[in-house]
Structures are given as C-alpha cells and as structure tokens.
C-alpha cells in the first residue's frame, strides 16, 4: 500500500522534469508488475511510442509479468510464454476478455525461441521483449534471430556485481541450484545485438533497453551509473521511509 501511496504522491505533487532517463524513477508505480516496472515501462514507451501495440512476454507467470500492465490495462496483442501448465491456464482465462493475446506453455531455450517466436507470428518489429526465466535468459537473447523488439526488459543477476561480465554457462543444470545461481550481470547483458542500456529500476531486478535506433537522442547509461542493488519489497519501504517497515 505505501508504494502506491507514495506514487500518487509523486503524481500530484512532482512536477517530471529533465529527460529520460533521469526522469523515470519519478514515474515509477506497481499497479501489476513484481516491483514499480509499470512505470517505468509506460514513462519509455510514451518518449518512443506505442508503435504496433505488440509485445512478447517469456517467462510470464501467472501475473503476465513484466507485459501485464499492457495487456490488461491497454489492450494490447501479445505473446504470454511460460513452462508452468497450470500458470498459463490461470492466466489465460483472467485475459479471456482480450483475443489478442497467446498464452503457450513452452520451456523456452537458446535452441527454441526463434521457432517459437516464428510459430505464433511474432518475427520481426514487436514494440516490447521481457525475458524473466530465472535461468537462461542471456543465452536465449543472444540466440534471438527473428525478432527485433523496440523496447527491451531483461531481468539481470545483480549479485554478480555492476564491474563483471558474467552469466551462468549455457548447459547449467538450474535442478537445486543454489540460491542466487541465475541468470546474467548487467555488465553482460549491456553490450548485446545493437541495444543500449536506458535504466534499471529502483529495485535492482530489471533493465531496460532501446534498439539503437529507436529514439537516438536518449542517451546510453553506463553500467556503473545504471545499476541498482537488488533489494527485497520490505528493504525498499525500509529504504524510503515507509512508516510501517521494520526490519
């Protein structure tokens, strides 16, 4: 509740100034995304457009994930992926009421994506990609071919730290992994396949990114500048203050 409270507060009373990205945290808000994503990600579509209106989701959870805000809230048509069966079928039935949305069930790999992707007609120009599969993530971006997404979500390891370059190996078995095995450092995912690194938001959990030539005159942030430890939901309200967060 204090999040939301504190983003209407945001929303009367601070005037967004400056420039993206300087000025996203000011917009951020948590209506359906795991931390304040939803903010952030309409503060950057509204600078670059809505474009197609089109988005892919992989690793979507029974929420929707990091596209939920545009599907439920929006309209718009999309691409729901996630391996868990019983996930995708709530899912599916909450967004019943939008027939632009596919909801499959697939374990997506590095081998994969790209047949997925062009089964279910999401090749070329889509307007957001969100990879959030806890694994494998830097890997099945790297190996996307058919896809050329406008906006870019990928969720980043920040126990690897903002200085190194690393991920876990493509073949990595993730059965009882211990925690925090996951997934890719920041300083990994930020030079790949012609995208530039926009913001992290406020929690450490996700990046965004712009293709290189979407929207020119937002500039690249380095790694160091972007980067955000992760934090858990009560070390954030401890963080700003929520008057009810005790540690």
């Known amino acids: 509740l204090s999040w939301k409270v504190n983003a209407l507060i945001r929303r009367l009373f601070l005037p967004v100034e400056g420039s993206v990205p300087l000025n996203l ?30 988005f892919v989701e992989i690793g979507c959870g029974r929420s929707g994930g990091n596209a939920a805000v545009l599907a439920f809230e929006l309209g718009w048509g999309g ?14 039935m909450r967004l019943a009421h939008n027939g632009a949305i ?50 870019l979500m990928l969720e980043y390891n920040a126990g690897f730290g903002p200085t190194r370059s690393v991920t876990i190996p493509r073949d990595a078995v993730m059965v009882d992994a211990p925690k925090g095995y996951s997934g890719a450092s920041l300083t990994a995912l930020a030079a790949e396949k012609g995208y530039r690194l926009i913001a992290c938001e406020d929690s450490g959990v996700n990046a965004f990114y712009l293709r290189n030539d979407v929207a020119p005159t937002i500039p690249a942030q380095p790694v160091e500048r972007a980067f955000r430890p992760q934090m858990s939901r009560l070390e954030v309200d401890v ?9």
């Open 25 to 54: 945290a000011a917009q951020r808000f948590k209506l359906r995304s795991q931390h304040e994503e939803d903010g952030y990600l309409l503060a950057l579509l509204a600078e670059v457009g809505s474009g197609s209106r089109r």
């Open 239 to 247: 963080e700003r203050g929520a008057p009810d967060a005790v540690l």
């Open 79 to 92: 691409l729901m992926v996630d391996a868990n069966q019983p996930s995708l079928e709530h899912l599916s």
């Open 102 to 151: 596919q909801c499959v069930v697939a374990e997506v790999q590095p081998e994969t994506i790209n047949a997925l992707l062009t089964e279910h007609g999401y090749v070329g120009e889509v307007d957001l990609l969100s990879i959030d599969i806890d694994s494998y993530d830097y890997w099945v971006f790297k190996a996307l071919e058919v896809c050329r997404p406008r906006v």
